[in-house]
C-alpha cells in the first residue's frame, strides 16, 4: 500500500518529495499540511478552478492557498492512501470502483457554475476542441490521482491536466484506468482478471449514463487513445526522459491492443 498519510507527524518545513506524474515527478513537496507545486502555465486557471470547487462545497480536490517564498504554489494536503503501480488489489475493488464515478460526478455537478475562460493557457495535450457542452474537468483520473479512505475514493489529485472538456471524455479517461479500457493481457496487479464489461456498466450505472451515453464514452476513449499515441510519440522523440523511458518500455503496442479491445468492447455493448 502506497499511503498519503504518514505514521508520525510531519514536521512543518520539512519538504517530503511526493511521486509525481509525466510532468511533474519530483518537482512537487509536501510541507506539514500542505503541498508545494511549481508553477506552470495553466497554474492560473486551474487554481481559479480549485477555488471555485471549494466555493461550492466540493471537497474532493485541494484548496489553493497563495503562494510561498519559492514561487511554488501551495495546496491543502488531502490524507488518505494513493496507490501506485505495482497497483494492489484495494484499489480495484468495486467499492472503490463506484465511489470515484461517484465523486466524479460531484466534481462534474460542482463545475458547471465555474464561468471559465476559454482561451486560459489550459495545458490540453490529449484533448480535442471544447465544444458547446464543455465544462472544466480533471482529464487525468488515473489511479495515482485518487486518494481513497477506507477504500472509497475522498478526494482527486494533480489537476494539472484540468482543462474545459466534454465530462463524457472525463468519463472516457477514468474508465482507461479504473475499468481498465485495456486489453486483458495488459491487465495486471491487483486489477488482473477483473470483469471488465461489469465494471464499466458499474461505473456508468454511478454517473447516471444512458445506453447512447454510454456508447459515446467508448468513442472518446477510442478517440482519446489515438490522440495520446501521437503525444507520447511525439515527447518521447523530443527526448523528455519520463516519455522515452515509456515509450521504450512497449506503449505504442499497448496502446494500440488497448484500442482494438475497446474497438470490439464497443461492438458488443451496442449489441
Not at 472503490?96 to 458547471?112: F, G, I, P
Request: hydrophobic share 45%.
Amino acid at each position: 500500500m502506497t499511503t498519503s498519510s504518514d505514521p508520525a507527524p510531519v514536521t512543518e518545513g520539512i519538504e517530503i518529495p511526493l511521486p509525481g506524474g509525466m510532468g511533474s515527478g519530483g518537482l512537487v513537496v509536501r510541507v506539514g499540511d500542505t503541498v508545494r507545486r511549481p508553477m506552470v502555465a495553466q497554474t492560473a486557471p486551474v487554481e481559479a478552478f480549485l477555488s471555485h470547487l471549494a466555493s461550492v462545497g466540493f471537497d474532493g480536490a485541494p484548496e489553493p492557498l497563495g503562494r510561498d517564498a519559492k514561487g511554488r504554489s501551495i495546496l491543502t494536503w488531502m490524507p488518505g492512501d494513493v496507490a501506485l503501480p505495482p497497483f494492489p488489489a484495494w484499489v480495484a475493488t468495486d467499492e472503490a470502483l463506484v465511489s470515484v464515478a461517484l465523486l466524479q460526478r460531484r466534481m462534474h455537478d460542482a463545475s458547471r457554475s465555474f464561468a471559465f475562460r476559454p482561451l486560459a493557457p489550459w495545458y490540453r495535450p490529449n484533448l480535442p476542441d471544447a465544444g458547446p457542452g464543455a465544462i472544466v474537468c480533471h482529464n487525468d483520473l488515473c489511479v495515482e490521482n485518487v486518494v481513497l479512505v477506507d477504500g472509497r475514493a475522498s478526494a482527486f489529485i494533480d489537476f494539472d491536466f484540468s482543462a474545459p472538456s466534454d465530462p463524457l471524455l472525463d468519463i472516457a479517461i477514468a474508465c482507461r484506468h479504473w475499468v481498465p479500457f485495456k486489453d486483458p493481457v495488459d491487465v495486471v496487479d491487483g486489477f488482473a482478471g477483473v470483469d471488465q464489461m461489469r465494471r464499466f456498466a458499474l461505473f456508468c450505472d454511478a454517473h447516471g449514463l444512458s445506453e447512447t451515453q454510454q456508447a459515446e464514452v467508448v468513442a472518446h476513449g477510442l478517440g482519446f487513445l489515438d490522440r495520446a499515441l501521437v503525444t507520447m510519440h511525439a515527447k518521447a522523440t523530443e527526448g523528455l526522459p519520463l516519455y522515452v523511458a515509456v515509450w521504450e518500455n512497449g506503449y505504442e503496442k499497448q496502446n494500440r491492443r488497448s484500442h482494438e479491445w475497446l474497438r470490439r468492447f464497443g461492438e458488443t455493448l451496442l449489441r
